[in-house]
């Protein structure tokens, strides 16, 4: 017997008012008002207890009223990294440290005292440019950088630590005997009461940025690009929640969360990670206006120091708190990624198009699907398969009537290079009669709840059990799960969606799980709530790299996330709505995922809940194409949406959409290349590329692909114009639509029809495209290389394109790579070998080039390969701007120098072919 789903979440519509009652606002937090409502702490350290080794400094604390002491610890790394690590000193017992976040250990600098006295220190470390100055009384520290203040932990004395109880000793505890109201030891939040095993353990801490009043970051949230002063307004709130239509500018929590804050301005990025699995909200205050009262002279205007004000309060664990100096966001981003991992590289079909919906039917509709992508000639990758697929919502299973023949369908797709797709949810149905669920309950797999039996929810199966993904045990069982002999019916074109790992939990406060449910090692959820999706995905992904013995790289998307859920794959911004201003906050949401790391990411295009209409369906495509993450999503009981089903007019906007995306992959591709080795995020704002013009540090309806592309997606309906920022006084950018050139420093008044999507090459840069896309990523291949130059003012242009077999870690293990460059100089445009370690040899070859930005053609153009120069075919136009050519040879020249010419260094020479 089946039983009916229990959700309370409405299968299509926006929720209403009941649905959103459910989940806290920033006043039912109890911690958080204990922390806010208490006056300022008094901690002092003391310099006997300077300790220096050579891996950092340690220093006692000790709260003036409370006696309460911690230990200190002050870290620093060559590369502009300060950890400061605060824990009790003498706990009752140990609190909850955040493991499998960071990568490995990191190499710390031996830290030097600088000066000293009475009432502070001050130390420096490496070359001595950065200094902290360690004030004893009351408790600061300041980073500072030759002189200039950086940053100021605790200056307001807000430095937060409760001490775990000894619950058999907990009376002394009470809040003026109403424990409720104080959430101590025991709180309700509507039916839900959650017992506190080490009663309040709250912590936070303070801090100021100095110089800087542009701050952004701290996803998930469903606002704007910039982060908003909460001092009135709610803070933001980090706890991983499955909100279904959530409200759009809104600080409170979503699905996924990164505890990290970028702060900008003109001379200097800097970065704060904060390193706690609970619940936490983050204040920010900006007490940075200069004064603007027009009636005061010029120059006599009163001006305030910009500086932002951040405030971190979590709910337990300890503070381990992470500074990231900068200077450059470049460097910020690294810095990040040396702690938490870089972008995985994705393999390259997952950068195509994938086609969802809850829920295909049966085979016969997948098939269909499928056969009306290449029917109606739009190119696609993956299928997907939703809940509906398993026998009664136990994943790994399938339905036997409506998907008879899994591993059949796998190999009809596969036949055509494309992969499927399928669910892979965290709650698992109680059947006894399921040997999944027995091998999983036998192997104590499971959470449990506060009296120490196996926690139980309802989701999609009914009464269903969770997995502790935070052990590694239960993590190495679950990746077996998907070898090829456990999971029947699977092939190795299957790839996996982890959905519903806040974890969602239907009958649960604010619909998901207890606090005060226990895992493995004894530990409270309320710990490492926000890493349970991280940990489903980790386990994910051993599966797949297993799976294929370790050769091929996993593809999974999961719907929450944590500080380093880069590694693992891509994450989606979860169930958005089907209007415009949904589209138009798809934009900052995954610039501010991708500023912290999480940089394989998208939003379900077209709207997952209620139905779009065609206007904002091809709008959305055309967004969607430009973002790192592309699926078209739909609920379950929306009308169908594939692109063909709106007549022409949008079938062709939308195929137009989809396979410039796919003509544009080996600039995606090699993107994401560098977003694996450098961390940068293939997405950024405008200001990560322009970071000292002002204009651009709170735009968040255009960004940049690379920093080659300007991108200003439509994402109004009934528009004939749109306004454009192009920045930089010494920039030129070319429509990549119509090749005009534009000056920058100005904004644009871009004339678009439905057809139109705003892009501009930016001068001094080069692109490669394919010259067709074919039906899947696989044809790709198929089709050569085309470069686009686009010439800056000195005639200058550079890019690089990275190629490998896009699907396994031979990259990395045999560097089987290739990276090449193509540089413009003086008429001249060459190729040349970007790094010399790689050995990939391919076929490919760039077949054509355009040129943006030539006033005259002095000579006819030649392709000069060793001492060889060869006429090429060419065109143009002086009206129309570009100069394009055709190579004569063998229908291009080859992209890849071979090892034996271009990438060999055994002769010491890389010979150069030269146009
Ligand atoms: C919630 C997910 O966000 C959505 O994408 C999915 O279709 C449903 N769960 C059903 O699995």
Same mark, same amino acid.
């Given at each position: 017997?089946?039983?009916?789903?229990?959700?309370?979440?409405?299968?299509?519509?926006?929720?209403?008012?009941?649905?959103?009652?459910?989940?806290?606002?920033?006043?039912?937090?109890?911690?958080?008002?204990?922390?806010?409502?208490?006056? =300022?702490?008094?901690? %002092?350290? !003391?310099?006997?207890?300077?300790?220096?080794?050579?891996?950092?400094?340690?220093?006692?604390?000790?709260?003036?009223?409370?006696?309460?002491?911690?230990?200190?610890?002050?870290?620093?790394?060559? #590369?502009?990294? +300060?950890?400061?690590?605060?824990?009790?000193?003498?706990?009752?017992?140990? *609190?909850?440290? =955040?493991?499998?976040?960071?990568?490995?250990?990191?190499?710390?600098?031996?830290?030097?005292?600088?000066?000293?006295?009475?009432?502070?220190?001050?130390?420096?470390?490496?070359?001595?440019?950065?200094?902290?100055?360690?004030?004893?009384?009351?408790?600061?520290?300041?980073?500072?950088?030759?002189?200039?203040? $950086?940053?100021? &932990?605790?200056?307001?004395?807000?430095?937060?630590?409760?001490?775990?109880?000894?619950?058999?000793?907990?009376?002394?505890?009470?809040?003026?005997?109403?424990?409720?109201?104080?959430?101590?030891?025991?709180?309700?939040?509507?039916?839900?009461?959650?017992?506190?095993?080490? /009663?309040?353990?709250?912590?936070?801490?303070?801090?100021?940025?100095?110089?800087?009043?542009?701050?952004?970051?701290?996803?998930?949230?469903?606002?704007?690009?910039?982060?908003?002063?909460?001092?009135?307004?709610?803070?933001?709130?980090?706890?991983? &929640?499955?909100?279904?239509?959530?409200? $759009?500018?809104?600080?409170?929590?979503?699905?996924?969360? +990164?505890?990290?804050?970028?702060?900008?301005?003109?001379?200097?990025?800097?970065?704060?990670?904060?390193?706690?699995?609970?619940?936490?909200?983050?204040?920010?205050?900006?007490?940075?206006?200069? #004064?603007? #009262?027009?009636?005061?002279?010029?120059?006599?205007?009163?001006? $305030?120091?910009?500086?932002?004000?951040?405030?971190?309060?979590?709910?337990?664990?300890?503070?381990?708190?992470?500074?990231?100096? /900068?200077?450059?966001?470049?460097?910020?981003? !690294?810095?990040?990624?040396?702690?938490?991992?870089?972008?995985?590289?994705?393999?390259?079909?997952?950068?195509? @198009?994938?086609?969802?919906?809850?829920?295909?039917?049966?085979?016969?509709?997948?098939?269909?699907?499928?056969?009306?992508?290449?029917?109606?000639?739009?190119? @696609?990758?993956?299928?997907?398969?939703?809940?509906?697929?398993?026998?009664?919502?136990?994943?790994?299973?399938?339905?036997?009537?409506?998907?008879?023949?899994?591993?059949?369908?796998?190999?009809?797709?596969?036949?055509?290079?494309?992969?499927?797709?399928?669910?892979?949810?965290?709650?698992?149905?109680?059947?006894?009669?399921?040997?999944?669920?027995?091998?999983?309950?036998?192997?104590?797999?499971?959470?449990?709840?506060?009296?120490?039996?196996?926690?139980?929810?309802?989701?999609?199966?009914?009464?269903?059990?969770? &997995?502790?993904?935070?052990?590694?045990?239960? *993590?190495?069982?679950?990746?077996?799960?998907?070898?090829?002999?456990?999971?029947?019916?699977?092939?190795?074109?299957?790839?996996?969606?982890?959905?519903? #790992?806040?974890?969602?939990? %239907?009958?649960?406060?604010?619909?998901?799980?207890?606090?005060?449910?226990?895992?493995?090692?004894?530990?409270?959820?309320?710990?490492?709530?926000?890493?349970?999706?991280?940990?489903?995905?980790?386990?994910?992904?051993?599966?797949?790299?297993?799976?294929?013995?370790?050769?091929?790289?996993? %593809?999974?998307?999961?719907?929450?996330?944590?500080?380093?859920?880069?590694?693992?794959?891509?994450?989606?911004?979860?169930?958005?709505?089907?209007?415009?201003?949904?589209?138009?906050?798809?934009?900052?949401?995954?610039?501010?995922?991708?500023?912290?790391?999480?940089?394989?990411?998208?939003?379900?295009?077209?709207?997952?809940?209620?139905?779009?209409?065609?206007?904002?369906?091809?709008?959305?495509?055309?967004?969607?194409?430009?973002?790192?993450?592309?699926?078209?999503?739909?609920?379950?009981?929306?009308?169908?949406?594939?692109?063909?089903?709106?007549?022409?007019?949008?079938?062709?906007?939308?195929?137009?959409?989809?396979?410039?995306?796919?003509? &544009?992959?080996?600039?995606?591709?090699?993107?994401?290349?560098?977003?694996?080795?450098?961390?940068?995020?293939?997405?950024?704002?405008?200001?990560?590329? %322009?970071?000292?013009?002002?204009?651009?540090?709170?735009?968040?309806?255009?960004?940049? $692909?690379?920093?080659?592309?300007? =991108?200003?997606?439509?994402?109004?309906? /009934? +528009?004939?114009? =749109?306004?454009?920022?192009?920045?930089?006084?010494?920039?030129?950018?070319?429509?990549?639509?119509?090749?005009?050139?534009?000056?920058?420093?100005?904004?644009?008044?871009?004339?678009?029809?439905?057809?139109?999507?705003?892009?501009?090459?930016?001068?001094?840069?080069?692109?490669?495209?394919?010259?067709?896309?074919?039906?899947?990523?696989?044809?790709?291949?198929?089709?050569?290389?085309?470069?686009?130059?686009?010439?800056?003012?000195?005639?200058?242009?550079?890019? +690089?394109?990275?190629?490998?077999?896009?699907?396994?870690?031979?990259?990395?293990?045999?560097?089987?790579?290739?990276?090449?460059?193509?540089?413009?100089?003086?008429? *001249?445009?060459?190729?040349?070998?970007?790094?010399?370690?790689?050995?990939?040899? !391919?076929?490919?070859?760039?077949?054509?080039?355009?040129?943006?930005?030539?006033?005259?053609?002095?000579?006819?153009?030649?392709?000069?390969?060793?001492?060889?120069?060869?006429?090429?075919?060419?065109?143009?136009?002086?009206?129309?701007?570009?100069?394009?050519?055709?190579?004569?040879?063998?229908?291009?020249?080859?992209?890849?120098?071979?090892?034996?010419?271009?990438?060999?260094?055994?002769?010491?020479?890389?010979?150069?072919?030269?146009?």
């Amino acid at each position: 017997m089946e039983v009916n789903v229990l959700s309370t979440e409405p299968e299509s519509g926006v929720p209403g008012d009941e649905f959103k009652e459910k989940f806290k606002k920033n006043h039912d937090i109890t911690f958080y008002r204990r922390q806010r409502d208490k006056a =300022v702490s008094q901690y %002092f350290a !003391s310099l006997e207890t300077l300790l220096l080794t050579d891996r950092g400094a340690s220093l006692e604390l000790c709260e003036r009223d409370s006696q309460n002491r911690l230990s200190l610890q002050i870290r620093a790394t060559q #590369n502009g990294t +300060v950890r400061v690590s605060i824990d009790e000193l003498q706990p009752v017992k140990q *609190r909850y440290h =955040v493991s499998d976040v960071l990568v490995g250990e990191m190499t710390y600098e031996p830290l030097r005292v600088h000066w000293k006295r009475e009432d502070c220190v001050c130390l420096t470390w490496g070359l001595g440019q950065y200094q902290l100055l360690v004030s004893f009384l009351p408790f600061k520290l300041e980073i500072s950088c030759d002189g200039e203040e $950086i940053v100021t &932990l605790n200056p307001e004395n807000k430095l937060y630590f409760e001490t775990l109880q000894d619950p058999t000793r907990s009376s002394s505890n009470s809040c003026q005997g109403d424990e409720n109201q104080c959430g101590l030891l025991k709180e309700t939040f509507r039916q839900f009461e959650d017992i506190k095993a080490n /009663g309040p353990s709250s912590v936070g801490m303070d801090l100021s940025l100095h110089g800087f009043n542009h701050t952004y970051g701290l996803p998930e949230h469903a606002d704007t690009l910039v982060l908003k002063d909460t001092s009135v307004s709610e803070a933001y709130r980090l706890y991983n &929640l499955d909100v279904f239509g959530y409200d $759009i500018n809104s600080r409170l929590g979503l699905y996924g969360s +990164v505890p990290v804050l970028i702060a900008h301005k003109p001379e200097r990025t800097a970065g704060v990670f904060w390193l706690n699995a609970s619940e936490t909200l983050v204040d920010v205050k900006y007490n940075s206006e200069p #004064n603007e #009262n027009e009636d005061e002279p010029p120059g006599k205007k009163s001006k $305030i120091a910009p500086q932002t004000d951040v405030r971190w309060i979590s709910e337990s664990g300890t503070i381990d708190c992470f500074i990231l100096l /900068g200077p450059t966001a470049a460097q910020v981003f !690294s810095q990040y990624a040396q702690l938490t991992g870089y972008q995985a590289l994705p393999p390259l079909f997952s950068l195509g @198009y994938h086609q969802c919906r809850w829920n295909y039917e049966d085979e016969a509709d997948v098939k269909a699907v499928d056969a009306g992508f290449d029917s109606h000639s739009i190119p @696609y990758d993956v299928m997907w398969l939703d809940i509906e697929h398993t026998n009664g919502k136990r994943y790994f299973t399938w339905d036997s009537k409506l998907f008879p023949n899994p591993a059949e369908l796998q190999r009809h797709l596969q036949k055509k290079n494309r992969k499927l797709v399928v669910i892979s949810d965290p709650h698992i149905k109680i059947d006894p009669d399921w040997s999944f669920y027995c091998e999983a309950k036998d192997g104590g797999h499971f959470v449990k709840n506060r009296e120490g039996a196996v926690y139980e929810g309802t989701c999609w199966p009914g009464e269903s059990n969770y &997995l502790d993904f935070s052990s590694s045990k239960t *993590r190495s069982w679950y990746a077996r799960q998907f070898s090829l002999s456990k999971y029947e019916g699977s092939t190795e074109s299957l790839f996996v969606w982890n959905d519903m #790992n806040e974890p969602s939990v %239907f009958n649960g406060p604010e619909q998901t799980m207890p606090k005060d449910a226990v895992h493995f090692g004894g530990w409270e959820h309320r710990e490492l709530h926000n890493l349970y999706g991280f940990y489903q995905h980790m386990a994910t992904f051993e599966g797949l790299l297993t799976r294929s013995g370790g050769t091929e790289r996993p %593809f999974i998307l999961s719907r929450s996330f944590f500080a380093g859920s880069q590694r693992l794959g891509a994450i989606w911004t979860g169930d958005n709505v089907a209007t415009w201003e949904y589209l138009k906050i798809s934009i900052p949401m995954l610039l501010s995922l991708s500023l912290t790391g999480i940089q394989f990411c998208g939003a379900d295009v077209g709207g997952f809940v209620q139905d779009p209409d065609p206007e904002l369906l091809v709008r959305w495509y055309q967004a969607g194409a430009l973002q790192p993450f592309f699926r078209g999503h739909s609920a379950k009981v929306t009308k169908r949406r594939e692109p063909w089903l709106f007549g022409v007019e949008v079938t062709s906007a939308i195929r137009s959409a989809v396979q410039d995306r796919y003509c &544009l992959l080996p600039y995606w591709y090699t993107l994401f290349h560098q977003a694996h080795v450098s961390a940068l995020p293939p997405i950024r704002p405008l200001w990560v590329e %322009f970071p000292s013009d002002s204009s651009t540090f709170a735009v968040e309806n255009q960004y940049m $692909i690379g920093s080659a592309l300007l =991108v200003c997606p439509v994402t109004d309906p /009934g +528009v004939t114009e =749109v306004r454009v920022l192009l920045p930089g006084s010494d920039e030129l950018w070319y429509d990549t639509n119509t090749a005009e050139v534009h000056k920058g420093a100005r904004t644009l008044d871009l004339p678009v029809t439905l057809n139109t999507v705003p892009v501009f090459q930016r001068g001094g840069t080069v692109v490669p495209r394919r010259a067709g896309c074919g039906s899947s990523t696989a044809d790709l291949q198929q089709h050569p290389i085309t470069l686009t130059v686009a010439l800056d003012t000195k005639g200058n242009a550079d890019g +690089v394109v990275y190629l490998d077999d896009g699907h396994s870690f031979s990259y990395r293990d045999q560097k089987q790579f290739c990276l090449c460059r193509f540089s413009m100089r003086v008429g *001249r445009l060459v190729s040349s070998c970007a790094d010399d370690k790689g050995s990939f040899v !391919s076929d490919d070859k760039v077949e054509s080039v355009v040129i943006l930005g030539l006033n005259s053609l002095k000579r006819k153009p030649k392709l000069k390969s060793g001492a060889a120069r060869t006429p090429v075919m060419f065109e143009f136009d002086v009206k129309r701007g570009p100069l394009s050519f055709v190579s004569p040879y063998n229908g291009g020249t080859r992209a890849q120098p071979s090892p034996n010419t271009h990438c060999s260094s055994a002769n010491g020479s890389s010979p150069k072919r030269r146009l």
